[in-house]
Structure formats: structure tokens, C-alpha cells
């Protein structure tokens, strides 16, 4: 009888035990929140998207560094974060190009052919992994290349600088509206620094800040309307002159913020 009666109860101790376990709340895993949180690069730049560099290393890493230093990326946070792209964890097709270092040469080799001087296929890849996508076949980058090309109404321009500052242009190559967006975004530029399409100002100002081939005409005009009063008391020829000097203000609110600061505190002084 007393066995019975102790055996119950030692089954009900068991039973409140795994009761208790069952209800304590799970440890928190925060490395996938900063997974969401953060860009590719993570908090901190380099290592917050591969738990640890040991995790993303393997066969392929040596031959992939050696690929991109031979393409003239001499910075190793470039190279690391160039790396970090092929990690064995990253399963899609950039993850495939990016660990194979005969793909890497092919793209890179390809890009600095099509385009010519003035692009650093380093940076382009870096800023757009996804440009890998389309320069690892020779056929979709030169059909890339001619489109872009196409869609800029100017008679010069180096076609190498603005991939390069703006590498997503190749992938929005085979959308015909986001090429027309393109050439309405130049011309609208243009009137607005009240130059013409084959002006050298212009085309300096496209190739040192193509991003704002992407911004709609509205947003330009917008942006060298702020930009007129700033010119005059920072006294530059003309308004093209001033916004050459200044072209990344178009894209960078910020910029424009801080030099009508600037101008603020220079008219104070003179007070």
C-alpha cells in the first residue's frame, strides 16, 4: 500500500516539475532582431550580419580575397564586406557569385571593358550587390549599358562614373519607364541650373552625383530653389557654377541645411 501511495506521489512531483519547465519563458535569441534591425552590413559595418568571421569562412574565402584584390580593392573593411557576401549562410544566386573567384574576375572584368575609364568595379558591387546579377553575363550588361546610355539625352558623358555612383541604373535598365525617368530627370536638371543638355556643368554634376538621375523633376526644381538664395551670399559666377560646387546637396537634404548655416553665420559676422 505504502509503495502505491509513494509512487503516486512521485509521479505528481514529476508532473509539477515538467509543468513548471514548460512554463518558464524561452531564453530570447536577439540575433534575429538584429537581423531585421539592420542593413547588410549590420551595426556595426562588418560583423553584426556573420555571427562570427569563423562561421562565414571556407575554401572558397582565400581565392575570393585574392580575386578582389586583384581588381584593385586595396581597403580591407571593402574586401571583408565583399566577402561577408558569399558567406556559406547567404543561399541566393548573389551568395553564388560573390564565393565563386572566377565569377567575381568575369564581372569585374566585364564592367571596366563595357564601361571604360572612370568606374571602380569594386565600389559598384559594394554599393549594389545585386549589379553582380546583371554584369556576370556579357549580353545583359552591354544590353544594360546601351539602355542607360540611351536614356541620357546629353552628347557626352562618361558613362563609367555615373554606374558608378549610381550602380542600381543597371538594374533598372530593362524598365522602360525607369529609363524615361532617367532622361526627364536630366533635362529637368538642366533647366533648372538654366543650362542646355551638352553643358559641362551639367555633365559634371551627373557624373559626380548620378543618384539624382532617380529623383523625380518635381524634387530637383525643389532642391536648386533652395539652392538660389544660398549662391548669393556665397557669391560663385552663377547658379550652375555654385550647384557643381555643391551637387551632392541635390540628393542630401542635410547639405543644404547645413550651408544655409553657413551663409547664417557669415551674415552675423558681418553684422
Known sequence: MRSRVATRVALARGSARATTRARRPRAVDFRDD????YGEWGVDGIAQNSLAMHAMSGAWESDARRAWREVGVDSETRVTRLLIL???????????????????ATMCEALERFCGEGVRAGE??????????VCVDAAKIQRALVNVRAALPMKEVCLGRV????????????????????GDATRALAAAMDVSLDDE????????????????????QRAIDEMKPLN????????ADFVVEYAEALV????????????????????
Do not use: W
Open 34 to 37: 538584429d537581423r531585421r534591425s
Open 86 to 104: 558569399g558567406n556559406r549562410h547567404r543561399k541566393d544566386e548573389v551568395g553564388e557569385i560573390f564565393r565563386d573567384h572566377h565569377a567575381i
Open 124 to 133: 559598384v558591387f559594394h554599393k549594389c550587390p545585386e549589379a553582380a546579377l
Open 163 to 182: 554606374v558608378e555612383r549610381a550602380p542600381r541604373c543597371l538594374l533598372a535598365a530593362g524598365d522602360a519607364d525607369a529609363m524615361k525617368g532617367l
Open 201 to 220: 556643368r551639367l555633365r559634371a554634376v551627373v557624373e559626380s552625383t548620378a543618384e539624382v538621375l532617380f529623383e523625380e523633376p518635381g524634387a530637383i
Open 232 to 239: 548669393d551670399g556665397l557669391h560663385h559666377p552663377s547658379l
Open 252 to 271: 542630401v537634404p542635410y547639405i543644404r541645411q547645413t550651408l544655409a548655416q553657413t551663409l547664417a553665420m557669415r551674415r552675423s559676422y558681418r553684422v
